[in-house]
C-alpha cells in the first residue's frame, strides 16, 4: 500500500480532487491515497513547494507525491517527476520542487513524456487528472522514472530571496509564508542564526522598526497576546503572538523586514 | 478494499463527516473512505449532483458514491440507490443524481426501505448518519440493491436548462456553475458547440454583451488577466481568466447568458 | 489496519496535517488515516472537545484519536491518553477530553511521558507531529498505554454551564456550540427536556425573549425560513431555521439564554 500524497489549488467544493482520487484508484487499487492540502492559494507556484518541501521527508521512502499548482496547463511547460530521498515527486516543472531542490539530496529528475502513461483522451486543462494523477499511479506499481521519460537537464525553478548581511553585523530578512494560525515564517533559518550567535551573544529580532525580542522557545514563553519570536517546526525563524495573530499584530505587507542584530 | 466515496454539503468543523465515517468502518472494516468534497454549498442540490455526476465514471466499477445534500431529511424525501455502470449512488431522492440520470445509463435503482440496512435508533435530522452510512456499508460488502427496497418508479429530479437556438443561427445558454477558479461552466456542451461549427465556420462567445472571442484550447492561448473561452475538463464551454477569476471579470448573475454567434 | 482520526485546528493550507500523516504512516504502515476535521477555530479547546465527544462512540473499539488543539505547546501542559469503550485518545491535558469524561465511561489514562515512543528530535512548537503522530501509531501498534507514562490522577477539564432550573418550573440553558449549517446546539440535553416533560405536558422554547414554538420532530415540521426547536444528533436541544441559519436569524451572542417553559 504505497502512499499517493496530494498537493493542490483545486479546492474543495469542485470535482477535481474527485477525479484525480478516482483516476488514481483505477490504475493503482491498492495505493493510499493522503490529502495535504487542497487550499494551497490559486496559481501560487510558492505557496504549493513550501508545503510540498515540509511534508515529504516524513512519508516513508517508496511513497509518490503529486503537487498541481499549474497555471501553464495545456501550454508549454514540462512535466517532471523527481525523487529524493526514495521519494518521488510528480508535478508541472515550474518552480514546485524549488526548496526540495535547493535542501533535499536530489536521486533523479526525469521530463514526462511518455504517453503510454497518461490517460487515453488528455484535456487541456486538467492535467492533474489526465497526466499527472496516472503516472503517479504507475509510478506507485513500480515503473522506474526512467520509463517516463528523459532525464531533465535544467529545471524552471524559483527566484528565493536570501537573507542579507547588514554592516551594523545584523542579518535581514523577508516574511516568506503566512500560515493558518498568522504565524509569520521568515526566510531566516536555525543555520543563519546559529551563525549570527557565533558572533554576537545578544540577538533581537525586529518586525521593520517594532522589537519583538530576543528569540524564545515557545509561543508560552510571553504572555497572551504578546509576539514572541522562536525557531519553529520547519526548523526557520518564526514571528508568532501567543494566542493571537502575529500577521494581524504587524500588518504584514510583501515588504516587511524580518531583522535580527 | 471497496471505495466509498463522500459528497456532502456537512462542511469540515462539525462532527457530521467523522460520525459518517466511523459508522461505515464499523459495517465495512476494509472500505476505503474517499472524500469528495464537504463543501457543497449548504442545501444545494444542484451543485451535488453536478460534482457527483462529474466524479463517477473516474472511479473503478464496484465503487459506492454518498451524496449527502439533504434539506427535507425527516420528512417525506425518499431515500434511492442508484447503480451507473456499476457504480453505486446511495442519496436522498431529491435530484442529486439529475446530472447521472441525464448523461449516464442507469442499470437499477431503488427506494431504500428496508430498516434492517439502517443503524437500531435513526435520528430524525441526520440520515447521512443512520441511514445512508450503513445502507453504503452493506452494498460494500455486497448487498444487491434488490435487497434495499423496490424498484423506483418515479425519481424526482431538478430541471436543467437546455440552451436554445436563437434566431440568428447561435445558440444561448446560462452559467450552471462557477468553480474554485472563477471559472464560469455553461449550460452548453462540446456536442452543442460541434453542432455549431458544422453550420457556421466563424463562432465567437459573448457573457451578455461583451465578446470573449473564439473558442481557444487552454488557459494560456490569452494574455494574462483575459478572458478566455474553451471546452473545459467537463465536456462544457466555460469562460475563464488567464490566472484570474471570471467571476469577478464579468460580474457573474443567474441572469447572465452566455450567447454562441 | 487500524483507524487513526484526526481533529485538529491547523486548517487545510499549510504542511501541518500532512506531516503528522507522514510521521504516522512511517510508524504503523497499516494504519488507516482518517479526516475528522482540520477546521476546529485555532486554540479553541472547548470546540475541539465537542466533535471528538461525538465522533468517538461511532468508530469500533481499537481505534485511536488524535486531537490536537494545543495553545499550550512547549510549555508546563502535560500530554494524555485515554480509553474510552476500548478507543483510544491521544491529546494534550488541557480539556480536550471534557465531554468525553463527563458522558462516556472511562477506562484507563495515563499521561505520556515515556520519550521513547515519540521522534528522536522534539520540537518546542509542533507536539502534533512530534509526540502525538508516533504515539497514536505506537499505540494502533499495540503498545499499551502503561508503557506510556503514569496513570492520570487529575485531568484539566473546561467548566460546562448546565442548565438552572427556573422558579417557573422550566430551565435555563446557552448555546454551546453553532454548527456549519448556523444550527443552535444548546447546554439542553434530551434527558433534560424528558424531565421536563414529566412535570409539564406543554413546553415553549424561546431564544431570550424570543418564542420558537414547541419541540418538533424535524426541520420541514417548519415552513422554510422559519425556526424550529428540535433534539438534534447529538441528543441535545437544538434550534434551526428550515433550510436557513438560525445564528443569523436570532443574533446569537455568547449570552443569549435559551428558555424551556
Known amino acids: 500500500m504505497i502512499p499517493i ?3 493542490t489549488d483545486f479546492g474543495s467544493k469542485d470535482y477535481y480532487v474527485g477525479a484525480v482520487k478516482g483516476v488514481i484508484l483505477q490504475l493503482a487499487p491498492d495505493a493510499r491515497i493522503i490529502d495535504i492540502s487542497h487550499e494551497i492559494q490559486p496559481q501560487n507556484v510558492l505557496h504549493g513547494a513550501f508545503v510540498l518541501r515540509h511534508i515529504i521527508e516524513w512519508f516513508p521512502p517508496g511513497s509518490v507525491h503529486i503537487a498541481v499548482v499549474d497555471p501553464g496547463v495545456g501550454g508549454r511547460r514540462k512535466m517532471l517527476a523527481a525523487r529524493y530521498g526514495g521519494r518521488t515527486v510528480i508535478a508541472p516543472d515550474n518552480g514546485l520542487v524549488t526548496y526540495c531542490q535547493r535542501e533535499l539530496a536530489l536521486e533523479e529528475v526525469v521530463f514526462v ?3 503510454q502513461y497518461f490517460l487515453n483522451r488528455v484535456s487541456h486543462t486538467f492535467h492533474g487528472r489526465d497526466v499527472i494523477a496516472p503516472v503517479a499511479a504507475h509510478v506507485a506499481n513500480g515503473v522506474p522514472l526512467s520509463q517516463l521519460g528523459p532525464p531533465a537537464e535544467q529545471l524552471e525553478l524559483l527566484q ?3 537573507p542579507e548581511a547588514q554592516k551594523d553585523g545584523g542579518i535581514e530578512g523577508r516574511v516568506v509564508y503566512v500560515d493558518h494560525f498568522g504565524t509569520l515564517v521568515t526566510s531566516i533559518s536555525a543555520n543563519h542564526l546559529a551563525e549570527l550567535y557565533r558572533r554576537k551573544l ?3 529580532v525586529y518586525v521593520d522598526e517594532v522589537e519583538v525580542g530576543t528569540v524564545m522557545q515557545t509561543y508560552s514563553d510571553v504572555a497572551v497576546g504578546k509576539p514572541v519570536a522562536l525557531i519553529g517546526s520547519a526548523d526557520m525563524l ?3 503572538v501567543n494566542c493571537g495573530r502575529a500577521d494581524a499584530y504587524f500588518e504584514v505587507t510583501p515588504a516587511t523586514r524580518i531583522v535580527l542584530k
Do not use: M
Open 113 to 115: 513524456q511518455n504517453t
Open 5 to 7: 500524497t496530494l498537493i
Open 160 to 162: 528565493l530571496a536570501n
Open 202 to 204: 545578544d540577538v533581537h
Open 238 to 240: 518564526e514571528v508568532s
